[in-house]
């Protein structure tokens, strides 16, 4: 754990981390991850990531202000910050879906309606001359 610092970091997220970026620098050889599962899953939190982007920020302030977090949920061996940094990550993820599924593919289709429906610009600024 970093002291001092706004957001402890243990070294557990951080190989975790450093490991996932290990994983998809060797995405296209194989070499750790089938090329389906990891393209599946980086398909996934691509699709969410602005979602992830705007809400996770929040669940982090809201979980460093003091907040009691069971050590029964994480066992005896998992820090208080790495605890709270789960729970934010499963709370960001878990909103980003809901977000995604009931606001972001709505908007999307709607936008997408308006902009199919709607004439291109060049017709409506075009100088039409009527034929004689």
């Given amino acids: 754990m970093i002291a001092g610092s706004g957001y402890a970091i243990s070294f557990a997220f951080v190989s975790l981390a450093s490991a996932f970026v290990i994983g998809c620098a060797s995405f ?55 605890a ?3 729970v934010a990550l499963l709370l960001s993820l878990g909103t980003a879906e809901l977000c995604y599924r009931f606001l972001e593919t709505k908007l999307i289709a709607y936008g997408r309606r308006i902009t199919s429906s709607a004439t291109p610009a060049a017709d409506r600024f075009a100088v039409h001359v009527p034929k004689r």
Avoid at 29 to 42: E, T, V, Y
Avoid at 54 to 62: A, M, N, S, Y
């Fill in 84 to 86: 709270r940094d789960l």
């Fill in 28 to 82: 296209e050889k194989g070499i750790l991850l089938a090329p389906s599962l990891l393209g599946r899953l980086l398909g996934y939190l691509g699709s969410r990531s602005y979602g992830i982007y705007l809400i996770h920020e929040h669940f982090l302030r809201v979980l460093a202000a003091p907040t009691p977090i069971p050590k029964s949920w994480f066992g005896p061996f998992v820090s208080e910050a790495l």
